[in-house]
């Protein structure tokens, strides 16, 4: 069984990150009281011995070249020429999705060159993955000779075109779950 463990939206074109203020998102009704409210609560402390004191919580940076604004189910992080929302499980998805839609609804005149989705999935698999791998790609004294040994895995990378999109399928050992 496998699971979304992250997945992020990327979209190119020309952006003005000086205007993702929290009371823009807030006046413009692109997320609820509830996604916002935590933007202007003051950070929580949390003191740990021989590290310090930490801060920990919802924030937000704005400035005329970048934000970054940590909602409470996902992150968006826009400079000049990109935006990307961050979003840590795929509970969030559809949230993510409905908050593009309307900010680009509002803001039609923002040229977008590109956009994609990246999903960052794990799943438990029966054979070992370097296995599944070795049936795309052979190993051999070529490739693992600039390697010291043991310190290698290797990942494939599918990509294939379909309707004018282009897909982008990668193969690698889960850093999350033993045996995927």
Known sequence: MGYIGRFVIVVTGSFNPGILHPDWFEKHALLSSDELSGLYQKPKRVEIPQVGVLEYG?????EPTRAILNFKSFT???????????CESAECFDMAITFLIKFFKLLYHTPVKTYRIVFNEHVV???NVQD????FFSVNDATTSHFSNGDIYFVHKIISQVDGALL???IEPSVRLENG
Do not use: A, H
């Open 132 to 135: 599944i791998i070795s049936k």
């Open 76 to 86: 968006i992080v826009v400079d000049r020429g990109r935006l990307d929302v961050v």
């Open 125 to 127: 698999t029966k054979e």
């Open 58 to 62: 919802q924030s937000f940076i704005v």
């Open 168 to 170: 982008k399928y990668m």
